[in-house]
């Protein structure tokens, strides 16, 4: 206590010292000289018999013991094993050992302003007809109001539980304010009915908040408001269009239902969507910078972050079972997101920077058919990580892919990560975004081909144009590949394709017995590689046959005479190398265009 304050009533007084020159801060009783904590036996008495169900009274700044509190609750009973009634009270101020009023009703003005309990609260099943007021209340117990019912407002600003705020079951008729409320332990709010606005503003949570089943009817904005642990809005009902700000550990909305507009700005969290209900657009976003409140001041962040944690990015993890035409993210981290099971995915709107899983990098061992691969970087959904993870590199750590146990992986198989990659492809397509598709292309592919489902022959075709040319996505595969058969064409050419000479015309005919007209037959020898192993590979004849496979490149004759093997060459060259070479244009096309 203050020094400096004293109340603005007339009051006790008890117990003043020079380093609490107020002492006792209870009102006076009417004709007394104390309050009811400090005065006689006798008037304590008489006050007390004053007292009948429904009274209203006035005893603000008054010290209960849990014995007193009860002499006073037992006397606004109609009966001894009914619940107490109050009219308009006012315990403002009030230092509580302990509160038991469960199934009490206020039929007035419940003014619990400043007041302070020390044991439980217990306010359970307590019906609220008036105004309930606990601004400023300190509770250094569980403050327990399952089950409660206030007719008109709760009022809760500046509320400090130092445990568990139990709030399940509630129904709040009128305003909810819980304005920068402290929770040290958790908030359970579970099937709260919110009928009015619930305003949250720079409430700070420093553990998990439980709204599971909350029914949220006309309240505008959630937030902004701080969670160091899970906040938690599984089944819970928005009926009016909403706009919650939130720092949070996990945010988990599964078959959370919004019948109107949603837009979440978010810092840190881990965002679970899972068979959430959306009907009209939902934005959510990653915000960079702190929330403001009023007056200048910055949301306490200082429980959900740490020296170990100081990037505020926020994760989807799962939009399992949700239909996403109406969904927008921007700024989010998809690394860990779960795409498979979603509807319309290809409506699904990315704006900002958002990052998806890649595949590990450069050479890795496993334990497959191809014991050794070498892995470029491609954008994956974190279902092909858990899939290759399980299925391609049992307990194998070194290959770089997040494994999650089998159970989870149920259900979980190339057809189905194929579908999820063609919808984003189609939806990155849609949006002009040709190189942003490629990768999800690249990885539908994939998984064709890997669906055993699939005929043999189908798989065989994707087999081969996965090696020539990454599907047609790896430029320098499908030329290494052109270089490689050019190269090999160019050594067979100079080791039997072209003829050691070139081949002479030959004139040949028969002259008539009667010097009549002679006739010339002009012909061409066969060409024929005569030539010694050691002299086939010169600078001319390396010419040559470069000039030969160049040309075959790209469909033209080079018009050099041939050796059969050779002929037979050129045109093998003809069919094969031009469709690398298309394929490797068709690769660096495919990542440079735009639509």
Known sequence: MSDTWSPRWPY?????????PVGCPGILLENQSSCLAHASDEARSDYLQSLRPGASFDLRG????????????????????????????????????????????????????GATFNGVANFMRVTFERIADFRAAIFNEAGMFDMAVFESAALFEGANFMRQAAFSSVKIKE????????????????????????????????????????????????????????????????EVPV??????????????????????????????????????????????????????????????????????????????GVDAAHLVLTDVDLSRCLFVGAFHLDQIRLEGHCDFAYTPRGLHFGRTLVPVRWWTKRRVIAEEHHWRAL?????????????VSPSECVGLGPRGLAAAYRQL????????????????????????????????????????????????????????????????????????????STPK?????????????????IDKQDATLTLPRRDRFTRKRLDQALQVVLNSVIFRAS????????????????????VLLGLGVLAVRGRIKRG
């Open 425 to 500: 492809r189609k939806g990155y397509e849609d949006g002009k975004d040709e190189p942003g598709a490629a990768d999800f292309y690249y990885g539908e592919m994939e998984m064709r081909r890997k669906d055993r489902m699939s005929p043999l022959g189908e798989r065989g075709l994707l087999s081969l144009y996965w090696l020539l040319s990454g599907y047609g996505l790896r430029a320098s595969r499908a030329f290494g590949w052109l270089l490689l058969f050019m190269s090999i064409t160019v050594l067979l050419m100079l080791g039997i394709g072209l003829p050691g």
């Open 391 to 403: 299925f391609f590199f049992p307990s194998n750590s070194r290959a770089g892919w997040s494994p």
């Open 505 to 521: 015309q030959v004139a040949s005919g028969n002259i008539p017995p009667n010097l009549g007209r002679v006739t010339l037959t």
């Open 243 to 320: 706009t919650i700000e939130m720092s949070a550990q996990e945010l988990r909305c599964r078959r959370t239902r919004w019948n109107s507009t949603v837009t979440m700005r978010l810092r840190y969290a881990q965002v679970d969507l899972s068979d959430a209900v959306i009907d009209h657009p939902m934005a959510l976003m990653g915000h960079l910078a702190p929330f403001d409140l009023p007056l200048g001041q910055s949301l306490d962040e200082s429980k959900v972050t740490d020296a170990a944690n100081p990037n505020p990015s926020v994760y989807v993890t799962s939009i399992r």
């Open 175 to 238: 305003e909810a304010d819980f304005k920068e409320v402290q929770v040290s332990g958790e908030g359970e709010f579970y099937e709260v009915n919110f009928s009015a606005d619930a305003d949250f503003q720079g409430a700070v949570f420093s553990d998990s908040v439980w709204m599971e089943r909350a029914t949220f009817q006309a309240a505008p904005q959630l937030g902004p408001l701080s969670v160091a642990g899970q906040f938690d809005l599984s089944h819970a009902v928005f």
């Open 559 to 578: 018009g050099q005479d041939l050796t059969p093997s050779g002929t037979y060459l050129e045109m093998l060259s003809r069919l094969t190398e031009p």
């Open 62 to 113: 008054t010290p209960f013991t849990e014995e007193l509190f009860q002499q006073v609750a037992n006397r606004l009973r109609v009966a001894p094993q009914t619940t107490p009634e109050f009219g308009r009270v006012d315990f403002s101020l009030c230092d509580f050992q302990a509160v038991q009023l469960q199934g009490a009703a206020f039929h007035g003005m419940a003014d619990f302003t």
């Open 12 to 20: 006790c007084g008890t117990g003043a010292t020079q380093a609490d």
